[in-house]
């Protein structure tokens, strides 16, 4: 079995341990989930692993860290990783065919 690139993501709804009583969700990762479900055959390419809010978030320490676990995150499969919004956003198109963000 070949590795493939991994998507991290956190869960869609989350509560923050240091604002309680509130509910949130990550629009970093709520734009990388509108694009994996509006292209699903893309989606498809990719392993994707969603992720509980409060640190450490283990699974991403596993792969690249204790001092990566900014999400949005694709690791990719030779080595590597990205962590910035447009910068992952840009690497979804060119290795996996993604439309690329209209400026």
């Known amino acids: 079995m070949s590795q493939r690139d991994r998507l991290y993501l956190l869960d869609p709804e989350f509560a923050d341990p240091a604002l309680p009583g509130k509910v949130f969700y990550c629009k970093d990762c709520a734009t990388v989930e509108g694009l994996l479900a509006a292209f699903p055959e893309r989606a498809a390419t990719l392993d994707v692993v969603r992720v509980a809010f409060p640190r450490p978030r283990t699974p991403v320490i596993e792969a690249i860290g204790e ?37």
């Open 67 to 103: 001092g990566n676990q900014n999400l949005p995150c694709l690791v990719l499969a030779e080595g590597g990783f990205v962590n910035e919004i447009e910068a992952l956003l840009a690497v979804l198109h060119t290795r996996h065919g993604f439309p690329e963000r209209h400026p």
